[in-house]
């Protein structure tokens, strides 16, 4: 069966990989419903294989950020002490789930997150050197779009460390990577510029995701026939991604991905009830 759908797979892994590394959220929230959805695969499994192929995602993308200074290495670590623990007690979670359960918590999630984008608004426009927090923290990049460096501070670190617990643990509990929290958390609550938000994002949910990874690689989850091509796919995809992400309007992108996102959330919560549409 698996090898039948080889390529599908991973088509599914270059479109997931390609939008999740442009806004921030390891493509996870797409790879899940599309696996099970599309393509029969196991709610579990595709959790797995979602995992490893955040684990992708972040290694191609997190190199072009870097290269471009767009990622703040200094915040990522700080908050990856709270957010790997979330991911190792999600992931002890997930795997004593039914897929019923499962499949409801992901149409929730979906739901949550196309909701949030829908609203968020998209502000790279802050003047060097106005934002206020800490510096220590802080950053600084060069623009292409609006050709100027942009300074920033960082606020709200206690936040910041306890929405970071919460993104891990749905990290390993759901197998989207966390950046679905963590975007808008760094933004929002943070005060972090939405391209160093998205960078800092890619650079976390690699190292996340690996702390879950395990357990569903230990009790037999993660399919290398899945797993294998979808991972291919994400990593092509996220290089695409990160050159595309320059290039495009990231407000428009975001409408756009939360709607297929809450598309998703429907057809999932009606899988979850026993009354999905085929």
């Given at each position: 069966?698996?090898?039948?759908?080889?390529?599908?797979?991973?088509f599914v892994g270059l479109l997931t990989g390609t939008f999740g590394s442009m806004v921030g959220l390891g493509g996870g929230v797409l790879l899940v419903p599309l696996l099970t959805l599309g393509l029969g695969v196991p709610i579990h499994q595709a959790?797995?294989?979602s995992l490893v192929a955040v684990i992708a995602t972040s290694s191609a993308a997190a190199t072009a950020y870097l290269e471009d200074h767009f990622t703040n290495v200094r915040l990522a670590m700080v908050l990856e002490t709270t957010t790997v623990c979330g991911a190792i007690l999600g992931g002890l979670s997930a795997v004593a789930l039914s897929r019923t359960v499962l499949t409801g918590l992901f149409a929730a999630a979906l739901a949550f997150v196309g909701v949030a984008m829908v609203c968020r608004q998209t502000r790279d426009d802050t003047p060097m050197g106005e934002t206020a927090g800490s510096l220590a923290l802080g950053g600084s990049y060069y623009?292409?779009?609006?050709?100027?460096?942009?300074?920033?501070?960082?606020?709200?670190?206690?936040?910041?460390?306890?929405?970071?617990?919460v993104a891990g643990n749905i990290s390993g509990l759901l197998g989207i990577g966390g950046g679905v929290i963590k975007v808008p958390a760094l933004v929002l609550a943070m005060g972090v510029p939405i391209r160093a938000a998205v960078a800092t994002s890619n650079f976390m949910i690699g190292v996340t995701a690996v702390a879950s990874a395990y357990i569903y690689y230990s009790r037999g989850f993660i399919v290398p026939q899945v797993a294998v091509p979808t991972a291919v796919g994400v990593?092509?995809?996220?290089?695409?991604?990160t050159r595309l992400v320059k290039r495009l309007q990231a407000r428009w992108l975001e409408v756009i991905f939360a709607l297929?996102?809450?598309?998703?959330?429907?057809?999932?919560?009606l899988q979850a009830l026993g009354l999905a549409w085929h």
């Open positions: 069966m698996f090898t039948s759908v080889f390529p599908a797979v991973m959790i797995g294989a623009d292409p779009v609006l050709r100027r460096r942009v300074r920033y501070g960082v606020r709200n670190l206690p936040v910041g460390l306890a929405v970071s617990f990593f092509l995809g996220a290089l695409l991604g297929v996102l809450l598309v998703f959330a429907a057809q999932m919560a």
